[in-house]
């Protein structure tokens, strides 16, 4: 059974394009992320929720709008999707907070916008 | 804020040596904690081994162990004994409180 689970794995859209990336995670955690891995595989965390509300919400264009339905669920949804969105992104979860706590990762959803 | 900082972007080594990765990071908090992640062509991320700063002792987990200098700001992953399943990203992350920051990676190649 997976941990962390995302889909789709791969997509590929075209610019202006609305498109959702959905995360489920089986561990009990209450605390869900969006990681963004760019093309110099740099990560950068987006948002986090904890038990369903808005913990972080970086410097992200409001493009980008997180909904997580229930402690378990994490979704990510991109409007008019640009060429600079294209990446790898994961999702994330861990009991509390990042502080002490492990992460465990998704396998990963690479956005290819052309 | 907080910067983690690994400025070997490649390292190689061959099979069965011992390679060192470096990293170095930034933070004015004095209780955290700090990792490496690896990363496979897979692309799923694996966590390798945890430290917390509060803890003088320097973690091990089989092959791999980490040399913490906290006054220093550094936490290298030293792995041992390297086998070709050992080539992958590695990235070293801080967290304190609500997130876990990378480092921008270290390329390992590992040659037979």
């Known amino acids: 059974d997976t941990a962390v689970s995302q889909t789709p794995k791969y997509l590929v859209t075209q610019m202006g394009n609305d498109k959702s990336i959905k995360c489920e995670q089986n561990?009990?955690?209450?605390?869900m992320y969006w990681y963004k891995q760019d093309s110099k595989k740099f990560l950068k965390i987006m948002f986090s929720?904890?038990?369903?509300?808005?913990?972080i919400n970086e410097t992200v264009p409001n493009r980008f709008s997180p909904k997580s339905p229930d402690k378990a669920h994490l979704n990510l949804h991109i409007n008019s999707l640009e060429l600079g969105d294209s990446a790898v992104y994961f999702c994330a979860s861990s009991q509390g907070g990042a502080g002490a706590n492990v992460l465990t990762f998704g396998a990963g959803s690479r956005l290819t916008v052309l | 804020a907080q910067t983690v900082t690994q400025s070997q972007p490649e390292m190689s080594v061959q099979e069965a040596e011992t390679v060192t990765l470096s990293c170095t990071y930034d933070t004015s908090e004095s209780d955290y904690y700090l990792f490496w992640y690896k990363q496979p062509p897979s692309r799923q991320m694996i966590l390798v081994i945890r430290?917390?700063?509060?803890?003088?002792q320097n973690a091990t987990e089989n092959r791999f162990s980490v040399n913490f200098q906290k006054a220093a700001k550094s936490f290298s992953l030293k792995i041992s004994d390297s086998q070709l399943g050992d080539a992958a990203m590695y990235f070293c992350?801080?967290?304190?409180?609500?997130?876990?920051?990378f480092g921008t990676g270290t390329r390992l190649q590992v040659f037979p």
């Open positions: 561990l009990g955690h209450d605390t």
């Open positions: 992350a801080y967290s304190n409180t609500d997130k876990l920051i």
């Open positions: 430290q917390e700063a509060y803890k003088q």
């Open positions: 929720y904890n038990n369903k509300e808005l913990i």
